[in-house]
């Protein structure tokens, strides 16, 4: 005889009868579109950052394979696309965007990238979202969205440009910051970074809209980039000896084995290339103790460490914030590296002590747009001036702490000039600080232009538009 | 000697096999968590697991190599040694140093050639006429440790990746199981990879597999398509969709554009970068796998139509 579970069985007869609750709505099924909503959604209403929103949602939700993929390029893209995506809808739309409700302006947003800037049919990115909105918003917000939509319908991409951007004749920036979807303030930065308003700035622009690749790079010593990218199917980056790229949306780098047992770092190839510039800068008497001055959340120190243990130096990593400090205290593991929780203008260590210092200096991030989806259109041309001013702060300090004939690289990712070019110049004549030629230190890479500083850009390197110049404190 | 067996996929068994009907021990194995798998994404048990589960042996399925309670369980049963075939995982060092004589690896090449993921689709895709299995001390850096032995197999002419690896499997079990006696007895001596002409097998992904009969001479496309067979499977775009393609055939023929396709009562052929190559069998998204002939009459291809 077998045994009855002693758990009370569920009552037996017919089910209940079904409430009835209005006209029946069929349920959204479709999480991918869902969750690239919700993404939106955060990022507008607590300045939330997609990238680190999304995979929150995609792995709680268990949203994998082709969901996964679709609802990152759609969080991601129309993210990146949304002064653009605005200024079509607010061509297609019979009342101003700043009057339509928040969440209908999402949803919105992700049928017209749907519609202009994916292959998925017309009908099928009208339906879904419209779909999206009754469920949320009920009918007359879905009628709203789908008049809205099918205006946008009307015309491609480059027809819509055509119609919203200025003209291309007179307003050549204007018209490219259109175009490839960025704001103009910032179109304009890269115009005079570039020297340019016209194919470069487009070559640059273009690059800095496209998905990025995920770059990984190899732990020295632990192993090499041949063997990161056979494990990882990856290729060999073309500029950094550590260096692997990967193909762009191939799931959370994270996850990869290489990076778990710490054999490697997700971290772009221009900061690995800045990272090297400062152990290669040539330097006369001891080398020994080496300091990364600003050095959360710890890519860079990672790197300086390992290096440092092959040639028989010490590391000092200075980070003001508590928890950043602690994430480089584990993510360096057994290196030598020492960890100060400092202001780094501040930092208490002896003036002098250092034979290379590296300031990876806070910065308008302009230069990394691509990896950060909402991050152009966040930004203000506001947030540049008191950035420049910590950022001089920071390299005086660090030409305080090196010793006479050392060497400090300043590293920002942005092109602005005012963050770049503009602060060396400032620091190096208030302080009489020689300027190296950096170039010299980036063997091999092309088109590093007059020097003396180094910028690297997305569509000449395929790196993040990462700024390097290097300094030598007169002896 | 008391054995903890890694490995995951089929070509592990005859290993674990061989291992199993010896005078050793195997007293659990180590393997991949079960994953989704297949139409459907049913999650299957590993064919390690499913086997160790047959003969009643303990099974680890630690997330990652490094888990802590996956250590210490491996502390606690005390291998003296762990033969690892393709699990699908980097092991970190400290479950390198558990087992009294570490860990030895049988690897599907004549190290140090094709290191990595993917050494028998690299020597069918690069036309190698022998390659072989070897096996060696796992250490930090990938694949690079001393060897113990080698065994040679030569590349047939119309080999599948599969078909090798099928070969290699069980040529590659004899070895590793002479492998572990000879290491218990002390009669092995293990001697350094030669450091010049290391070569590197990355995993191959669906892109890598893709057909691209415009820009490839016949007689690559036909390596390239065994090479990816079964996994993951060669491919290219017929009317904007994917199809998947099983191996070609080159023929010594003429008078096919790159691309165009010529359907003929008996054959499918598509021209290359030089002379036509045959279609073996395809399948069409959401259909079944079929002959090339029975495809081509079911989409009724016109005159001039091509593949890409």
């Known amino acids: ?475 | 000697m008391r054995l903890v067996f890694a490995g995951t996929p089929e070509v592990a068994l005859p290993s674990l096999r061989a291992l199993l009907d010896s005078r050793h021990e195997v007293v659990a194995v180590v393997t991949r968590p079960d994953a989704p798998a297949g139409r459907g994404r049913k999650v299957e048990r590993s064919p390690v697991a499913a086997l160790a589960d047959e003969r009643g042996i303990e099974v680890l399925t630690p997330a990652k190599a490094g888990d802590p309670a996956f250590l210490d369980r491996l502390r606690e049963i005390g291998p003296d040694l762990c033969p690892v075939v393709a699990y699908g995982a980097l092991l970190p060092e400290s479950a390198l140093a558990i087992p009294r004589h570490g860990w030895v690896n049988l690897h599907f090449s004549v190290l140090p050639a094709w290191r990595g993921a993917a050494p028998v689709q690299a020597a069918v895709r690069h036309g190698d006429d022998i390659t072989g299995a070897t096996t060696f001390r796992i250490v930090k850096a990938l694949d690079a440790g001393p060897v113990f032995g080698v065994v040679t197999e030569r590349v047939r002419e119309r080999d599948t990746a599969g078909e090798l690896l099928g070969r290699l499997a069980e040529s590659g079990a004899k070895l590793l199981l002479s492998t572990v006696d000879g290491i218990e007895d002390g009669t092995l001596r293990p001697v350094e990879q030669p450091e010049e002409n290391v070569s590197y097998a990355p995993k191959v992904s669906v892109d890598d597999a893709r057909l691209d009969f415009a820009c490839t001479p016949a007689a690559a496309l036909d390596r390239v398509a065994r090479a990816v067979t079964p996994e993951p499977g060669a491919w290219a775009e017929f009317r904007g969709e994917r199809l998947k393609l099983g191996p070609v055939t080159p023929v010594d023929e003429e008078g096919l554009a790159p691309g165009e396709l010529r359907v003929e009562r008996k054959r499918v052929l598509v021209g290359t970068a030089t002379t036509p190559v045959v279609l073996s069998d395809v399948q069409a998204q959401g259909k079944k796998r079929m002959a090339a002939t029975d495809w081509a009459r079911g989409v009724r291809i016109e005159a001039g139509e091509r593949i890409s």
């Open chain 1, 1 to 475: 005889m077998t045994q009855r579970s002693s758990r009370p069985s569920r009552p037996r007869g017919p089910h209940p009868p079904r409430r009835r609750t209005g006209p029946a709505r069929p349920p959204v099924e479709d999480p991918a579109r869902l969750a690239a909503l919700d993404t939106l959604r955060a990022v507008r209403q607590r300045d939330a950052y997609a990238n680190l929103v999304l995979p929150g949602l995609l792995r709680d939700r268990r949203i994998t394979g082709r969901d996964a993929a679709l609802a990152t390029e759609l969080a991601y893209g129309t993210s990146r696309a949304q002064g653009l995506l605005d200024a079509i809808l607010a061509a297609c739309s019979d009342r101003p965007l700043s009057e339509v409700d928040g969440s209908v302006l999402d949803a919105l947003r992700l049928g017209a990238y749907q519609l202009l800037r994916t292959r998925i049919p017309a009908h099928a990115a009208v339906a879904s979202t419209v779909d999206l909105v009754r469920a949320e918003l009920g009918s007359g917000a879905a009628g709203f969205a789908n008049a809205v939509l099918r205006r946008v319908t009307g015309q491609d991409e480059a027809g819509w440009i055509d119609e919203v951007a200025p003209d291309e004749e007179t307003d050549p920036v204007g018209y490219l910051a259109m175009a490839h979807a960025h704001p103009r303030w910032i179109a304009q930065a890269f115009a005079e970074a570039l020297g340019s308003r016209g194919e470069p700035l487009r070559a640059a622009l273009t690059a800095d809209d496209a998905r990025p690749a995920v770059h990984l790079a190899a732990r020295p010593g632990e192993c090499s980039a041949d063997e990161l990218a056979a494990m990882t199917g990856g290729e060999v980056a073309p500029h950094s000896p550590y260096g692997v790229h990967l193909e762009p949306g191939a799931g959370d780098p994270g996850d990869l084995d290489p990076v778990r047992e710490k054999l490697a770092t997700v971290q772009d190839e221009g900061s690995q290339l800045c990272a090297l510039a400062l152990t290669r800068a040539p330097l006369e008497g001891p080398d020994e103790r080496w300091l990364d001055l600003c050095a959360g959340p710890g890519g860079k120190a990672v790197l300086l460490g390992a290096l440092a243990t092959l040639s028989g130096a010490t590391l000092d990593a200075v980070e003001k914030a508590p928890h950043r400090a602690e994430l480089i205290r584990k993510a360096a593991g057994d290196l030598p590296v020492t960890v100060h929780v400092a202001d780094g203008r501040d930092s208490g260590l002896p003036a002098g002590g250092f034979d290379r210092v590296l300031v990876d200096a806070p910065c308008t991030g302009l230069g990394a747009l691509r990896r950060r989806p909402e991050a152009r259109w966040r930004r203000q041309p506001s947030d540049v001036a008191p950035l420049a001013r910590l950022q001089r702060e920071l390299l005086t300090s660090a030409l305080e702490l090196v010793r006479p004939g050392g060497v400090v690289a300043y590293v920002v990712c942005s092109p602005h000039l005012s963050e770049s070019v503009g602060v060396v110049a400032d620091v190096a004549r208030r302080t009489g600080a020689e300027r190296l030629d950096t170039r010299a230190a980036f063997p091999g890479v092309p088109d590093l232009g007059g020097g003396p500083h180094v910028q690297l850009w997305p569509h000449l390197h395929g790196t993040d538009a990462m700024f390097c110049a290097l300094l030598r404190r007169p002896a």
